[in-house]
């Protein structure tokens, strides 16, 4: 919960954490910036700005709705780990740290956001869609280290790009 904001920052009070596993986090060295304002731009499904920086990307963040709230959890692999058909992404699910909140959440709501951050140059792409979850079979045996994987049928997203200030190599 947000417990306060000011011009320096904003608290929050924690409720809930649990650990992630720590196989796909990649360390980056991190290094403060000037960033100009950007204005948000939305789509349809995936345009090509958007299936490029998703080819490109190695972590990506998973927001999903619980009854008693809404869980974010990072997702990692090797850069272009995540796979484009469409405006359908294909993700291996690997193995982690075994709570398995978010596959249970998409199991009971098949709603998900995703959102990328080119570490690079503070750019954001925010994507929404419908998920399903492939448990078992030659699909997920394509992908070396997969237990399972998803997908999520992008309906909507949006980009602002250069809004973050920070950068991280």
């Known amino acids: 919960?947000?417990?306060?904001?000011?011009?320096?920052?904003?608290?929050?009070?924690?409720?809930?954490?649990?650990?992630?596993?720590?196989?796909?986090?990649?360390?980056?060295?991190?290094?403060?910036?000037?960033?100009?304002?950007?204005?948000?731009?939305?789509?349809?499904?995936?345009?090509?700005?958007?299936?490029?920086?998703?080819?490109?990307?190695?972590?990506?963040?998973?927001?999903?709705?619980?009854?008693?709230?809404?869980d974010v959890s990072h997702r990692g692999g090797p850069p272009g780990?995540?796979?484009?058909?469409?405006?359908?992404?294909?993700i291996p699910d690997y193995k982690g740290n075994r709570y398995f909140n978010t596959l249970g959440n998409l199991v009971a709501n098949p709603r998900a956001a995703l959102l990328f951050v080119d570490f690079e140059r503070g750019d954001l792409l925010g994507l929404a869609g419908t998920?399903?979850?492939?448990?078992?079979?030659?699909?997920?045996?394509?992908?070396?280290?997969a237990e399972r994987l998803w997908r999520v049928r992008v309906e909507r997203g949006w980009r602002r790009n250069g809004s973050v200030p920070l950068r991280w190599s």
Do not use: K, M
């Open 131 to 145: 998920t399903e979850i492939i448990w078992s079979g030659a699909e997920v045996g394509a992908h070396p280290g």
């Open 1 to 70: 919960v947000v417990a306060s904001v000011d011009a320096g920052g904003l608290a929050l009070a924690i409720e809930q954490s649990f650990g992630n596993c720590p196989q796909y986090i990649h360390l980056r060295h991190v290094r403060r910036v000037t960033a100009s304002p950007a204005s948000t731009s939305r789509f349809d499904g995936l345009d090509d700005e958007a299936r490029l920086a998703v080819a490109r990307a190695d972590t990506f963040f998973v927001a999903s709705a619980a009854p008693a709230g809404v």
């Open 81 to 90: 780990f995540v796979g484009i058909d469409g405006d359908t992404l294909t």
